[in-house]
C-alpha cells in the first residue's frame, strides 16, 4: 500500500492563480480531511469528507473548494490563490472516523507571490 | 466547540533525560484526546490516543500519556529521550457525538542536545 499520496510536493503560484492539490489513499478509507499547517498555529482543518459524495468545511474553508468523487481521491481547489493561502497542506485518511488512526500524507508546500 | 493549548512552544532536553510536553483541553464532556508527532518535512504521525478507560496510555516509541480530567490535562511523557525525538508534538482533542472533527492545539517543538 502507497498510503496517503499528495502531489505537488512543493508548487509557487502567483496571485491569482487556480491550482488543485491533489490527494489519494489506497487503504479503502471512508473519512478523509485536509489541513493547512502555518508557524504557531498547528494544524486547521479546512474541509472534511465523510465518504464518496459527501464533503463538508472545517474550521478555515474559505477560498478553498473540495469534492469527493471516489473514495480513493479528494482534491483540493484553490480557485484563486491569495499570499494568506501560502501554507504547507496535509491531506489525512482514516477508516471510518477520526477517533481512529488518521494517516498524513506528506505535504503540498504552496507559496503565493 | 472544543479547544486544545499546547503551553509550551519549544523544549530543550538532554539526551537521556526525561520528558514531559503539556496538554490542556476544553470540552464539556469526556473528549477523544490524541498526540501525535511531526519529524522535519514529514505528516504527522499517531504516537497514542485516549478514548475511556484506564487514564494511563501506552503509546509507541516509548511514549505515554495520562488523562486528568480534573486538571483538563493530557500530558505527554518519556522516562528517557533519544536524538530521534526531536520532532514537533501535536495535542488533538475531538468530540464523542456529531461533530466529525480533530482540533489540534499549536505544536510543541522538541529539541534534544547530547
Known amino acids: 500500500n502507497a498510503g496517503v499520496t499528495q502531489t505537488p510536493k512543493f508548487q509557487v503560484l502567483k496571485t491569482g492563480q487556480s491550482m488543485t492539490l491533489q490527494c489519494a489513499q489506497d487503504?479503502?478509507?471512508?473519512?478523509m480531511s485536509w489541513y493547512r499547517q502555518d508557524p504557531g498555529m498547528g494544524l486547521r482543518l479546512i474541509h472534511y469528507?465523510?465518504?464518496?459524495?459527501?464533503?463538508d468545511q472545517g474550521e478555515v474553508p474559505n477560498g478553498y473548494n473540495v469534492s469527493r468523487s471516489t473514495t480513493e481521491d479528494f482534491p483540493l481547489r484553490l480557485l484563486s490563490a491569495a499570499p494568506s493561502q501560502t501554507s504547507v497542506y496535509f491531506c489525512?485518511?482514516?477508516?471510518?472516523?477520526?477517533?481512529?488512526?488518521?494517516?498524513f500524507g506528506p505535504g503540498t508546500r504552496l507559496l503565493v507571490l | 466547540a472544543q479547544s486544545v493549548t499546547q503551553p509550551d512552544i519549544h523544549i530543550t532536553v538532554s539526551e537521556g533525560a526525561s520528558l514531559e510536553l503539556r496538554c490542556n483541553y476544553s470540552y464539556g464532556a469526556t473528549p477523544y484526546l490524541f498526540w501525535y508527532v511531526q519529524s522535519p518535512g514529514q505528516g504527522l504521525q499517531l504516537l497514542l490516543k485516549y478514548f475511556s478507560g484506564d487514564t494511563l496510555v501506552q503509546g509507541i516509541k516509548g511514549f505515554e500519556a495520562e488523562f486528568k480530567r480534573s486538571q483538563s490535562s493530557f500530558n505527554l511523557r518519556k522516562p528517557s529521550v533519544h536524538w530521534s525525538d526531536a520532532a514537533e508534538y501535536f495535542c488533538a482533542v475531538g468530540a464523542h457525538f456529531g461533530n466529525e472533527k480533530l482540533t489540534f492545539g499549536t505544536g510543541t517543538r522538541l529539541t534534544i542536545i547530547p
Open positions: 487503504m479503502n478509507h471512508e473519512y
Open positions: 489525512a485518511s482514516t477508516l471510518k472516523g477520526y477517533q481512529e488512526t488518521q494517516y
Open positions: 469528507s465523510v465518504g464518496a459524495g459527501i464533503t
